[in-house]
């Protein structure tokens, strides 16, 4: 019965139930075209030869052992993880959210072990979203989230997204940590001003706080490297990552440099984090999208999107923008976009919101060209039926 279920989300009325590559298939057998991929995860599409053999391989051996021991496949992933990064230490997680609060924890500890016992203050950026705990909704700068919550974690204040002034006036010697998003994905698909971010780099030097990316949508190869930090030119102290980092299997990591490398015995934990089963999967993902060589392609695949969407933008009033950068993409639209959303769901083809008016486009990163070209046709067809 849906009825048992919680009523928290505004779902769409299918129920999907298998999905090859880019394709996803309902209970009646209708075909949709995936431009969402679980929210910017499935990053090898559906049924990926490489994790139902991790899958199927590891739980045969080992699914879960907790972190009072070691296990093989967790070092193993720490090892390519650091290996493909300038960082140095790795936590696992088993999501975006508990990756934000291990992040906001080690930008406090860093604050506790400096002279000053006010070194606690924690800055993020307004529109942000990094999850729907109560740490890590004090630091989502978007009031429908925050305020059937409120009081929220004190010790936070909000910055306007690429507004220099506005950060030099709040950072001080008691910022200990700065969270943003290199691309805010939930709230419309905003990049960061390149100049802003190198500025904010040189505050944090200078404040001596902690710089903390949250790539938990943009990272994992969305914008064609596999990190988001390596197309930016500033590389943070702390990483947040999750969504792709599976592949669909739950997992979630941050990573450290040298100076954010705070956290001792007894100060964090995870029961799950870094189990055998999710770091075996998540190492075939990370193997597939790196030496198989799946993120280099992500440009030509963004260039080839987008050349599609500016043709449509110049055919149809209703499109005022495209945005993003990578795989993570969007369409702004002059329109709220759920009736659109509603008509290419009807037409076969699956897209989300962000943001007040944009509709973003997520595809697995290996999303073949017939796709994209299926996906486009039914978009542009059912643009043409509304507007
Ligand atoms: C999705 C998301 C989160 C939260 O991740 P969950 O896995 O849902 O907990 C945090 N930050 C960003 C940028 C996200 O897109």
Redesign the pocket.
């Known amino acids: 019965m849906k009825d048992n279920i919680m009523k928290n989300y505004g779902r769409l009325d299918i129920t999907l139930e298998k999905g090859i590559g880019s394709k996803v298939f309902d209970t009646e057998g209708k075909e949709y075209i995936d431009f969402v991929s679980g929210?910017a995860v499935n990053c090898l599409g559906h049924s990926h030869p490489a994790i139902l053999k991790a899958l199927n391989e590891q739980s045969e051996k080992l699914i879960h052992i907790s972190n009072l021991y070691w296990n093989e496949p967790q070092i193993n992933l720490a090892k390519k993880l650091i290996d493909n990064s300038d960082h140095k230490e790795a936590f696992f997680c088993n999501?975006?959210?508990e990756a934000?609060e291990t992040a906001l924890k080690i930008a406090r500890k860093f604050g506790k072990n400096k002279k000053g016992k006010n070194k606690n203050e924690i800055l993020y950026m307004e529109n942000s979203?990094?999850?729907r705990s109560l740490g890590a909704l004090a630091v989502t700068g978007q009031k429908k989230y925050q305020t059937p919550f409120m009081p929220l974690m004190e010790g936070v204040n909000s910055v306007k997204f690429n507004d220099i002034d506005d950060l030099k006036s709040k950072i001080n010697g008691n910022t200990c940590g700065v969270i943003i998003?290199p691309i805010q994905?939930?709230g419309g698909i905003e990049k960061v001003d390149k100049e802003f971010l190198k500025k904010l780099r040189v505050l944090c030097n200078e404040y001596n706080a902690l710089l903390i990316f949250?790539e938990?949508?943009c990272g994992i190869g969305r914008l064609g490297k596999l990190f988001a930090y390596e197309s930016l030119e500033v590389i943070p102290d702390v990483i947040c990552m999750?969504?792709g980092l599976g592949g669909g299997f739950p997992i979630?990591a941050v990573l450290t440099n040298k100076k954010a490398s705070v956290l001792k015995k007894g100060d964090h934990g995870c029961t799950f984090g870094g189990n055998p089963l999710a770091s075996q999967v998540s190492l075939a993902v990370l193997k597939e999208l790196i030496d198989g060589r799946v993120i280099k392609k992500v440009k030509d695949k963004e260039n080839y999107i987008v050349g599609k969407l500016k043709k449509l933008k110049d055919k149809y009033e209703v499109i005022k923008e495209i945005k993003g950068e990578g795989l993570l993409l969007g369409i702004k639209l002059n329109d709220k976009p759920q009736k659109l959303l509603n008509k290419t769901l009807d037409n076969g083809l699956l897209l989300v919101g962000a943001g007040k008016n944009v509709i973003r486009i997520v595809p697995p990163l290996n999303v073949k060209k017939e796709d994209i070209d299926k996906g486009l046709d039914i978009l542009e067809k059912s643009i043409k039926v509304i507007y």
Do not use: L
Request: aromatic residues 6%; hydrophobic residues 30%.
């Open positions: 929210i999501s975006g959210t934000v979203f990094h999850g998003e994905g939930e949250d938990v949508q999750a969504k979630g």
